[in-house]
């Protein structure tokens, strides 16, 4: 088990970077914590898969150093780092029964068969995996498999921490569900550092005590679940989170009215911007709501589409020329003649050239 | 314009990949077959093409008889999963490529070409090779040219699945446009319930080689005809408990019982199975009439805004969807609240009895 420090660390792919622009992940300082689970987000390109090789050793940053504990593996090959890799397609030996790929890696090492006996035992219990230990992996479905990779990581003592590529990738949606399940109680169990490469941001969300948010090679925000979702830092996050993410609306303000293209929007807070700043604002379509007749504080949209999905519907209302999505709570009916759009105010954030306002940080 | 399959079975040695079905789809439609991995999809789908010749049955398109004609000689397209483009030529000439092999001329191919790449965004990328692009972008090349096609029969197999969660969720949004600009049968695979109910259309529930139900998308999410159509069509997974009604009581697990309430007391005495959806369960009793369930939380996934709580309940393992953080320890004993107005009945073959009264819209 380790706490992570990724000091001063930045990659770029090119012999001798010029700027910014060159660097596929840009310099970051972070301490990760031991025992925790972090999820790294993004679309391809961002840069996520660049970092975890880092930490794992298949890559050799160009500034920085990698610390486990304090002490300085960026040097060090991947073997030596004591990590565990679970990555997309399951790695398995399909000859071999289920207890001799858990006891692969530890065989390898020359442990005694007493050892091995009590680690595999110890492994499979953990993983649900008793009942199968006899059988050739050959026949087992992807998501065991997948826990059979995982499983001959953990096998071995003193692991510093667990990697994750995309694990879930070949994993149809019911088993996706169990197996994310049995991870999150696996991490309580083991306490192992987890660190999660994800684009899905279910999948993020549902396993990480903290989120990295990734976009064009920069962390723009590490975070709770909680405070991507209620905060974004920026409107990236904002509308890469949630599904459909964030309306993000281009507005002008002064002191607490917001206006979007001459209707007004009041707001819980009083800003005050330099001209030149493309100011917007942020607002969730959970925290959307429509209504027949005109609010207090209602604005005038009109219904293009709804999509019932099931769970909620989906409407996409035309707010003077922007797109607006709103949640629509099951249960309850919605047609075109819903023409007023109302903000839950305290859930509208304001984004100044992108980059979140704090609240209260301008009075 | 209008496909058929008649009687139709896929069978391979000594596995059976599509027993007897029957399934008709009609021009403009777009049709979703829903089903795992292996429950068939990609079989059914290489009969209708042409690709594979069904061991029995027929298919008729618009009536006639097309069972065994080759694919080279019908009207249609595929999409796969994996991005397929020719890698030297480049996006303008990808698209024009099945144009080009129909000998139409250079203004005509020019016309279709731009109309594609206007319908999925691909007008600036025109002169790149394929790989110079994203694989958003490349599978939108493998669409653009099963459109420009004009086939009267379009497949795609889990086109969405190599691509990146928020792209999907773009595509999909699209894709139900595209789909009825055109006039052509569109039949789409997927593993994802969610993917269906946003595309809409039909759904098609597969489960290892039959279809288990046929109807437009939201009647089948809400009226699966059995316990394996809903096991299909839901995500998160159903929650499941085996009860036995006797007179005013029903029972389950070890000796526990709640009144028959809703439409379950109207019931005749049996064995059936209640499923209810986990965004169908409630923390806080309301005021309502409600059942009341006790389970032992196993973990709590916390989405943002929501939390999955997963449940042990006797040997079932339960989902509860709320809105919310609630951050519950392992092992806390948790009660939560059913409205009877929201569950399912199977009885004992599993077909269904009671669906949840239907929402007004």
């Not at chain 2, 999963?81 to 092999?101: D, G, R, T, W």
């Not at chain 2, 691509?163 to 595509?171: F, G, P, S």
Request: proline share 5%.
């Amino acid at each position: 088990m380790a706490e992570i420090h990724l000091k001063n660390l930045a990659h770029s792919y090119y012999p001798n970077p010029k700027g910014d622009g060159d660097y596929a992940l840009k310099k970051i300082d972070h301490v990760w914590e031991d025992g925790k689970a972090y999820a790294l987000l993004g679309s391809s390109g961002c840069g996520k898969t660049t970092l975890l090789n880092i930490i794992s050793g298949l890559l050799h940053p160009s500034d920085g150093q990698v610390l486990f504990d304090g002490v300085d593996v960026t040097d060090l090959p991947t073997e030596e780092r004591h990590i565990a890799q679970v990555f997309q397609f399951p790695v398995v030996y399909d000859t071999m029964t289920v207890y001799d790929n858990l006891a692969f890696p530890l065989r390898n090492r020359g442990r005694s068969e007493d050892l091995v006996k009590e680690r595999v035992m110890h492994i499979a219990e953990m993983l649900e995996m008793t009942d199968v230990l006899k059988f050739k992996a050959r026949g087992l479905t992807a998501d065991a498999k997948q826990k059979i990779s995982l499983g001959r990581g953990l096998v071995r003592e003193n692991v510093a921490a667990i990697l994750f590529d995309e694990p879930l990738t070949v994993i149809d949606p019911h088993l996706k569900w169990l197996l994310r399940m049995q991870l999150k109680a696996l991490h309580h169990r083991v306490n192992n550092t987890m660190i999660y490469v994800t684009h899905d941001q279910t999948e993020a969300l549902t396993f990480a005590d903290q989120v990295v948010m990734m976009y064009d090679g920069y962390v723009v925000q590490i975070g709770t679940p909680q405070e991507l979702f209620e905060r974004p830092a920026h409107t990236f996050v904002g509308y890469f989170i949630g599904s459909p993410g964030m309306n993000i609306l281009p507005t002008h303000i002064d002191g607490n009215l917001a206006k979007i293209n001459g209707l007004s929007v009041s707001l819980p807070d009083s800003y005050k911007f330099d001209a030149d700043k493309k100011i917007e604002l942020g607002i969730r379509p959970e925290f959307c709501s429509l209504s027949r007749e005109e609010g207090l504080d209602s604005i005038p949209v009109s219904i293009k589409r709804i999509e019932d999905i099931g769970r909620h519907k989906i409407a996409r209302a035309d707010l003077a020329g922007q797109e607006v999505n709103v949640i629509v709570p099951e249960g309850i009916s919605i047609t075109d003649e819903h023409t007023h759009l109302s903000f839950d105010a305290s859930q509208i954030n304001v984004y100044s050239n992108d980059w979140l306002v704090e609240r209260g940080a301008q009075s | 314009m209008s496909l058929s399959l008649e009687q139709v079975s896929k069978v391979s040695g000594r596995d059976t990949h599509i027993y007897t079905t029957d399934l008709t789809l009609e021009g403009g439609s777009l049709n979703v077959l829903l089903g795992p991995t292996l429950s068939g999809k990609t079989s059914l789908m290489r009969m209708m093409a042409g690709l594979d010749a069904p061991v029995t049955g027929r298919i008729l398109w618009n009536g006639d008889d097309v069972t065994g004609k080759p694919v080279q000689k019908r009207n249609v397209a595929m999409v796969y999963q994996q991005f397929i483009n020719y890698p030297s030529l480049s996006v303008y000439e990808n698209i024009a490529s099945p144009l080009k092999v129909r000998g139409l001329n250079k203004a005509t191919i020019k016309k279709r070409v731009n109309e594609a790449a206007d319908l999925l965004k691909l007008n600036d990328m025109l002169k790149r090779k394929p790989l110079e692009l994203s694989g958003g972008q490349q599978q939108r090349c493998a669409l653009a040219r099963a459109l420009v096609k004009d086939a009267e029969l379009v497949l795609l197999d889990e086109p969405l699945a190599n691509l990146d969660y928020k792209l999907r969720e773009e595509l999909r949004q699209e894709l139900p446009r595209i789909f009825t600009e055109s006039g052509a049968v569109f039949v789409y695979a997927t593993t994802e319930p969610t993917e269906a109910l946003l595309l809409g259309g039909n759904t098609a529930t597969m489960h290892e080689g039959r279809i288990t139900q046929f109807a437009p998308t939201l009647d089948v999410y809400r009226q699966p005809v059995d316990m394996r159509t809903a096991q299909v069509f839901s995500d998160p997974p159903m929650n499941y408990l085996s009860l036995s009604k006797q007179g005013q009581q029903i029972q389950f697990g070890e000796n526990q019982n709640i009144p028959a309430m809703g439409a379950l007391a109207n019931l005749p005495d049996a064995n059936y199975t209640l499923g209810f959806r986990p965004n169908h369960t409630l923390l806080e009793k309301p005021d309502t009439e409600v059942m009341n369930f006790t389970g032992e939380v196993n973990v709590v996934e916390i989405t943002g805004s929501e939390s999955f709580i997963h449940l042990q309940h006797a040997d079932s393992r339960w989902v509860c969807l709320t809105h919310g953080i609630h951050d519950i320890p392992p092992e806390t004993k948790l009660s939560l609240y059913v409205d009877p107005a929201k569950v399912y009945v199977f009885d004992a073959d599993g077909q269904l009895v009671i669906a949840p009264n239907s929402e007004v819209n």
